[in-house]
């Protein structure tokens, strides 16, 4: 059975971090592209970021380059984004999610994802 837990999120002012978590189980972690997403009220999911199944490929939302770093540890199956300089626009529930796509070149949508953990809130408050 496949699992996805995030962890990490909470309030914090502008300009702040966090740093969020996603452990991964029931399923061949390193063989699968992974990102994160987040949905704000109001709006369609979107990705945030992505990493190739081996970790040297990464994929960033304009909207977070240069301020979020996400990054995997294959031998823990944990997800990672580093998400620094926060901006209100930035509060969303944030998802870890698994596309069955070593190097993420066909996962650039949410409907690309197959597998979802429940996802963590973040608010950036200004």
């Known amino acids: 059975q496949v699992h996805l837990v995030e962890s990490g999120g909470g309030s914090v002012q502008a300009g702040g971090s966090l740093r969020l978590s996603c452990v991964a189980s029931?399923?061949?972690?390193?063989?699968?592209?992974m990102g994160w997403l987040r949905q704000a009220r109001g709006k369609e999911r979107e990705v945030v970021a992505s990493?190739?199944?081996?970790?040297?490929?990464?994929r960033y939302a304009d909207s977070v380059r240069g301020r979020f770093t996400i990054s995997r540890d294959n031998a823990k199956n944990t997800l990672y984004l580093q998400m620094n300089s926060l901006k209100p626009e930035d509060t969303a529930t944030y998802f870890c999610?698994?596309?069955?796509?070593?190097?993420?070149?066909?996962?650039?949508?949410?409907?690309?994802?197959?597998?979802w953990g429940q996802g963590t809130q973040v608010t950036v408050s200004s």
């Open positions: 999610a698994a596309a069955f796509d070593e190097t993420c070149g066909m996962a650039r949508r949410s409907g690309d994802y197959k597998y």
């Open positions: 990493i190739s199944g081996g970790g040297g490929g990464f």
């Open positions: 029931g399923f061949t972690y390193s063989t699968y592209c």
